[in-house]
């Protein structure tokens, strides 16, 4: 079984997206609002009636936190990490991860990012100008 098909019922749709290199998050039919992480409900009206959408992969830096230690075994050879969160251009927030980003890249809220996959998880980088 692949990463997709073992994780919640409810999200195999985006996993499975995401493998393929596609960000989809859930909009509620009734209020319009787009929302991440997927439910089965919105979570602003409670209304069952959500569909997939198709993510443009642009976003903003919201907030960000660089990581310089962690004890999970998943972590130890990926540090310093940036644990980040970013608004996407269709409203939601979403917990991520920045990467590529150099010793020198100087983060700060509002900077321009772009969705790519790291073994089927979606990720950020900064866009530079």
Same mark, same amino acid.
């Given at each position: 079984?692949?990463? @997709?098909?073992?994780?919640?019922?409810? @999200?195999?749709?985006?996993?499975? @997206?995401?493998?393929?290199?596609?960000?989809?998050?859930?909009?509620?039919?009734?209020?319009?609002?787009?929302?991440?992480?997927?439910?089965?409900?919105?979570?602003?009206?409670?209304?069952? !009636? =959500?569909?997939?959408?198709?993510?443009?992969?642009?976003?903003?830096?919201?907030?960000?936190? =660089?990581?310089?230690?962690?004890?999970?075994?998943?972590?130890?050879?990926?540090?310093?990490?940036?644990?980040?969160?970013?608004?996407?251009?269709? !409203?939601?927030?979403?917990?991520?991860?920045?990467?590529?980003? !150099?010793?020198?890249?100087?983060?700060?809220?509002?900077? @321009?990012?772009?969705?790519?996959?790291?073994?089927? =998880?979606?990720?950020?980088?900064?866009?530079?100008?």
């Amino acid at each position: 079984m692949d990463a @997709a098909t073992t994780r919640d019922p409810v @999200a195999r749709t985006y996993w499975e @997206a995401a493998a393929a290199g596609r960000l989809l998050i859930r909009r509620c039919r009734d209020c319009g609002r787009a929302h991440h992480y997927p439910r089965d409900f919105c979570p602003y009206c409670w209304s069952e !009636g =959500v569909v997939w959408e198709t993510a443009s992969g642009a976003g903003t830096l919201y907030t960000w936190s =660089v990581v310089h230690r962690n004890d999970l075994p998943a972590f130890r050879d990926r540090l310093p990490c940036v644990a980040a969160v970013v608004e996407l251009a269709e !409203g939601p927030r979403m917990a991520t991860e920045i990467v590529e980003c !150099g010793a020198g890249t100087a983060l700060r809220a509002g900077l @321009a990012t772009r969705v790519l996959f790291r073994a089927g =998880v979606p990720v950020f980088r900064v866009e530079h100008p």
